[in-house]
């Protein structure tokens, strides 16, 4: 079982990036897939999730600017990020939340929550 994230870069305080995470998961269509960054210096934070439905969630910080989506027939989960700030730079990890919790709120922005994660994906934007 692996989850492959890419997309990766470094742009400009205003551009856009889209992140790409591959998985090679049985369960794809079940799971609830999210992503995750961390800052230089800081912990890792919960970006955005998406439930084998379709729902969404995203960190306060970056709605209206990050979307995130899922392509099951794939296994593919993306993440577009647009109108991207410095404080956005950070290591992006792509992870999946498997099983019987997968399909509950509580927790979706826990990263012990999600049992399969992928390298990361470093994005950086400058000012």
């Known amino acids: 079982v692996q989850l492959q994230a890419s997309g990766g870069g470094v742009v400009q305080a205003g551009d856009s990036l889209r992140l790409s995470c591959a998985a090679s998961?049985?369960?794809?269509?079940?799971?609830?897939m999210g992503w995750f960054r961390r800052a230089p210096g800081k912990q890792r934070e919960f970006v955005a999730a998406?439930?084998?439905?379709?729902?969404?969630y995203y960190l306060d910080s970056v709605k209206n600017r990050f979307i995130i989506s899922r392509d099951n027939a794939k296994n593919t989960a993306d993440l577009q990020m647009n109108n991207l700030k410095p404080e956005d730079t950070a290591v992006y990890y792509c992870?999946?939340?498997?099983?019987?919790?997968?399909?509950?709120?509580?927790?979706?922005?826990?990263?012990?929550?999600?049992?399969?994660w992928g390298e990361g994906t470093l994005v950086t934007v400058s000012s």
């Open positions: 998961l049985s369960t794809f269509g079940t799971s609830t």
């Open positions: 998406i439930w084998s439905g379709g729902g969404t």
């Open positions: 992870a999946a939340r498997i099983g019987s919790r997968s399909s509950y709120f509580t927790g979706v922005k826990d990263a012990s929550e999600y049992g399969l």
